[in-house]
């Protein structure tokens, strides 16, 4: 499925009107420079063999060359590192917010703490990163001066302090959270009509004990398929927030390389951040298969 | 991604109508002031009437943007488009979905290609995929960002759809029809499609939501809508450099895409039966 995706993504970027060769052409350059440069590129090639040329190659960590001449995995060695720390931060934050929060709420069903979390967490989904962004920068850094509202990047091409990481991460954190604690709730309220759990509340358990011991393990799932889906949304909401803070990540290159119609390069973000996201599936179907063979 | 939970597949009860009303009112309140903003503005959008981040007061009740034009005329003009926009999406991903759904339960070739397109699809964040599709067009502006949104939206919801009408098609109904010799047109649009409403409803509601938030994305990208148009995200964009001038310029445009955002939500929250909401949570 990674091939599929990465052959449509090619094929997309080939469908585009004008191509790398003049897109990065030089002003006042003639019709012959940017056909020689196009032969150099080797662009005058057959879509397929130059897809092929590249598919056989990513196996051996080779990403190709940019159209400017330079490797693909160096672009990318500075800015991915940096997005990923973006993009984990707030993962690791977005599974532990909405586990705490749903299992906070499924304590008392109905409840205050319930109807409060249900109505936060279903509004903050609808929320773009940009607009949480844009409210964080007025409160933390306009307002109370807490933060540094832009990211200073150090000499060796990391943010120069954690706390320009700070809001990044809770915009990214923010709307994906109210996601999945609404996932994490719904998955506690298919298990508590379970009979076993049904059984523990007559024979008078604890609602914690109950919560954590009989109506977690079987929610486990549908709660790690549903935070697994939020990688990609993840990803692509740190491209976005990178511009807003100024943070130093594949969001740039990103906007560049679109720019530049650089196929090389925007397939080799994907490829990235697609086998990143194949491998947060794969977690994902591991811990159902694991819970699934556990109960017979 | 298990979207097999649909117990109740007839219509669901009703409930009462002040229930259903209070969640709808914000977001029915704000689509009129949006659509109706143009008129109510004070000044034309592409027109200086003061200078540039001037603060709020005088000619501009919320002050001026980059260019010095009246924040307040632009956040009036810029709803309706996007509003517009979302709509578009939504009402024809939904539609497509549902005609796709409702086949792909009784043909399993059909439905095991959706399956994959889908698997496919959730490989690739929104955000490439805006700026790769809408870059394929340039000049494409909003139609290009609503064809993306299309293509990229459809996938999910046709699996939501045809995990609810999953169960449809192995009940007596269905078999006893498939037996009196019926084509599969008629099954899936005489005989299972009028037991979804609720599915496509709450499809509706999120497809909605969803819209929104890729439009506006791809405005803030500045993908889609092209300056001197007055659009909610791409205010943001432009007038994020004066944050600390007039602070208005970007706050209003974002509070009104997160109170279109929160209200749009709500209301296609309290419209959807429990049941139905509960399948379309992927």
């Avoid at chain 1, 190709?64 to 160096?74: F, L």
Wanted: proline letters at 7%; a neutral charge.
């Amino acid at each position: 499925m990674l091939l599929v995706l990465l052959a449509v993504v090619f094929a997309a970027i080939e469908l585009l009107p004008g191509d790398a060769a003049s897109a990065t052409s030089e002003r006042g350059e003639g019709a012959a420079g940017v056909a020689a440069r196009r032969h150099l590129l080797g662009l005058d090639r057959p879509v397929w063999e130059r897809f092929w040329d590249w598919i056989t190659a990513l196996p051996t960590g080779d990403l190709g060359t940019s159209a400017r001449g330079e490797r693909v995995t160096d672009l990318l060695a500075d800015p991915l590192p940096n997005t990923v720390l973006l993009g984990a931060t707030a993962f690791v934050l977005t599974a532990l917010g909405a586990l705490a929060l749903g299992l906070w709420a499924a304590a008392r069903p109905r409840g205050t703490v319930d109807r409060i979390v249900d109505l936060t967490s279903t509004a903050a989904f609808a929320l773009p990163e940009f607009v949480v962004s844009v409210g964080l920068l007025l409160a933390l850094s306009l307002w109370t001066g807490w933060l540094p509202a832009a990211t200073v990047t150090s000499a060796d091409g990391s943010p120069a302090s954690w706390s320009m990481l700070v809001m990044p991460v809770l915009a990214l954190t923010i709307p994906q959270t109210g996601w999945n604690t609404r996932i994490v709730r719904a998955a506690l309220a298919d298990q508590a009509s379970t009979p076993h759990v049904e059984a523990a509340h007559l024979d008078g358990l604890p609602t914690r004990r109950i919560l954590l011991r009989h109506a977690l393990p079987g929610a486990w799932p549908a709660i790690a398929t549903g935070v697994a889906t939020a990688t990609g949304p993840l990803l692509g909401g740190a491209v976005v927030v990178e511009t807003l803070f100024n943070y130093p990540g594949i969001g740039a290159v990103l906007a560049g390389a679109v720019a530049d119609r650089d196929t090389p390069v925007i397939a080799g973000v994907v490829a990235c951040a697609a086998a990143l996201i194949t491998v947060v599936l794969l977690l994902a179907d591991l811990v159902r298969a694991r819970t699934l063979g556990a109960r017979p | 991604m298990t979207a097999t939970a649909v117990r109740r597949p007839a219509a669901p009860a009703r409930r009462s109508r002040p229930r259903i009303l209070a969640p709808i009112a914000p977001a029915a309140l704000l689509v009129l002031v949006a659509v109706t903003g143009p008129l109510l503005a004070a000044h034309p959008l592409d027109k200086p009437v003061t200078e540039p981040y001037a603060e709020a007061g005088g000619a501009a009740l919320l002050g001026g943007d980059q260019l010095g034009r009246d924040v307040l005329s632009r956040l009036l003009h810029g709803g309706s488009a996007l509003i517009g926009n979302a709509l578009i999406v939504a009402v024809t991903i939904t539609l497509l979905a549902t005609l796709l759904g409702c086949f792909a339960v009784l043909s399993p070739r059909l439905g095991r290609l959706v399956e994959r397109i889908a698997d496919t699809a959730i490989l690739l964040p929104p955000v490439l995929g805006i700026m790769l599709l809408a870059l394929a067009w340039p000049g494409g502006g909003r139609l290009a960002i609503t064809v993306v949104a299309i293509f990229l939206g459809t996938p999910y919801a046709v699996r939501i759809v045809a995990g609810a009408a999953a169960p449809l098609a192995t009940t007596g109904f269905i078999e006893a029809a498939t037996a009196s010799g019926e084509r599969i047109g008629h099954l899936a649009l005489r005989e299972i499609l009028p037991n979804l409403r609720a599915t496509v409803l709450a499809l509706f509601g999120l497809r909605f939501v969803d819209a929104v938030y890729v439009i506006s994305m791809a405005g803030f990208l500045q993908l889609g809508p092209q300056p001197p148009e007055a659009d909610w995200a791409l205010m943001i964009r432009e007038n994020g450099a004066g944050i600390l001038l007039n602070p208005w310029a970007v706050v209003a445009p974002g509070l009104a895409i997160g109170l279109l955002a929160i209200s749009v939500n709500l209301a296609a929250n309290a419209l959807a039966p429990a049941t139905a909401r509960r399948a379309a949570l992927r």
